[in-house]
């Protein structure tokens, strides 16, 4: 058998496959779909990562501000020692100092929040009765102490503020100090 002439101008290849030019587009496209998909992800992992941060930070704040609530409440006696350190007398219990310093919160010398986290604010401030108790000694309030403290963690900060009534009653204005200040 002898092979059939082909036309002139007829194509001579039989074989399937892809040209140089469509090879080029596919890798192009495909590259690009990658680095799309390498962006998102690299995008959910940071937000994911701040979120992390955010939820550690909330409940490092309000761990601590149960501590120091907790001890509050208990207080017969708040001083503050100087602008970044106060103690706290809490009747028959030992004394509780609280000290601020380059950036970390010390509850009797050891820190209370993770070493990652730095303390930007601190305070403890007394404040006036807002109302009256009637009680045997008319001059009797409770105590009240607002409290103030703001963390930060490498991408983000929390704060919280709150109010503290504690348990002992107390004469407003402080009776001691009015007296020494008389003489």
């Known amino acids: 058998m002898t092979p059939s002439p082909t036309p002139r101008g007829a194509c001579r290849h039989t074989q399937a496959g892809f040209t140089l030019v469509e090879l080029s587009i596919t890798m192009l496209l495909m590259t690009l779909l990658v680095g799309m998909l390498f962006s998102v992800y690299t ?24 501590r120091i609530s907790r001890d ?16 706290i007398a809490l009747g028959e219990a030992p004394t509780v100092r609280y000290v601020y310093v ?24 007394r404040m006036a ?20 403290l703001q963390l930060a963690g490498t991408h983000a900060a929390y704060a919280l503020n709150t109010s ?13 100090r009015l007296s020494a200040a008389e003489e």
């Open 129 to 148: 009765p807002s109302l009256p108790m009637v009680v045997a000694d008319s001059n009797a309030w409770p105590l009240r102490y607002d409290v103030s």
């Open 102 to 125: 380059d950036s970390v919160l010390q509850r009797n010398g050891r820190g209370m929040h993770a070493e990652e986290l730095r303390v930007i604010s601190f305070g403890i401030t």
């Open 164 to 176: 503290v009534t504690s348990r002992s009653w107390s004469s407003w204005p402080p009776l001691a």
């Open 72 to 87: 509050l409440q208990a207080a017969t006696l708040v001083e503050p020692d100087s602008v970044q350190a106060w103690t």
């Open 43 to 66: 995008f959910l992992n940071r937000q994911f990562t701040m979120w992390q941060e955010r939820v550690h930070l909330q409940s490092q704040v309000h761990v601590l501000m149960q």
